[in-house]
């Protein structure tokens, strides 16, 4: 069975400063990865996703996300945050081999302060 | 381009009443859709996926049940809703493969 960590609850971090949102996966196969942003009351919105080729991939909103398969992971990462980044994000998989299926992380907030 | 459609945005509901939420996909054929749970704005829980007419898997035993009587239309149902239904509730739909996901903007649930 697939399925995807997000051991952090909640991320704090100050304006300005770098950020990170953690995401491991366990999958049988090879993995299609996501991450999404959710505003409070809405759908998820897409951030970028990882298929193959090069190991960081970059997305929305100054977003990007560095696949590591020997660790199983698929951390969000942002160089200077701004407050407007305040949300739910989700990490989510797809098993190649049974694409059909798209599991999500329990999500993480992420608050940024002035 | 594609556009997915889900209603009712908020729905208040008595204990025992039946539900029906429905989703729609344009601007696209064969999606694979999906119903997820959304509980107290945390983890999204995946009810059921469709890959096709007909096709549906079911995740986690429940209450509730799904339907694709179209292409393009996703149903979720129940026959009598409990207070444990209370939730948001998000349709989304995928192409083949490695596309990402698109999500429709959600549906309140209160059962009272």
């Known amino acids: 069975a697939q399925s995807v960590a997000q051991p952090e609850d909640q991320v704090n971090v100050a304006e300005g400063n770098p950020l990170t949102v953690k995401c491991t996966y366990s999958?049988?196969?090879?993995?299609?990865l996501f991450w999404y942003v959710q505003y409070p009351n809405r759908g998820l919105q897409f951030l970028l996703k990882?298929?193959?080729?090069?190991?960081l991939v970059k997305g929305s909103y100054g977003f990007e996300a560095e696949f590591n398969k020997s660790q199983t992971s698929f951390h969000l990462k942002k160089p200077s945050a701004l407050v407007s980044d305040s949300a739910l994000y989700f990490c989510a998989v797809r098993d190649t081999g049974t694409a059909s299926k798209l599991t999500f992380g329990t999500g993480t907030r992420l608050q940024v302060t002035l | 381009s594609q556009t997915i459609h889900q209603w009712p945005a908020t729905l208040v509901q008595p204990v025992g009443s039946p539900l029906s939420l429905e989703c729609t996909v344009e601007g696209t054929s064969n999606p694979n859709l999906y119903w997820y749970r959304q509980a107290a704005g945390r983890g999204l829980q995946l009810l059921f996926y469709?890959?096709?007419?007909?096709?549906i898997s079911s995740e986690v035993p429940q209450n509730l049940s799904a339907s694709r009587p179209q292409d393009r239309q996703f149903i979720l149902s129940s026959k009598k809703l409990l207070l444990s239904d209370s939730g948001f509730y998000l349709c989304?739909?995928?192409?083949?493969?490695?596309?990402?996901?698109?999500f429709g903007q959600g549906t309140r649930l209160t059962v009272v």
């Open positions: 989304a739909w995928t192409g083949p493969w490695n596309t990402e996901a698109f």
């Open positions: 990882y298929i193959t080729g090069d190991n």
């Open positions: 999958v049988s196969g090879n993995p299609y």
């Open positions: 469709s890959v096709g007419i007909g096709q």
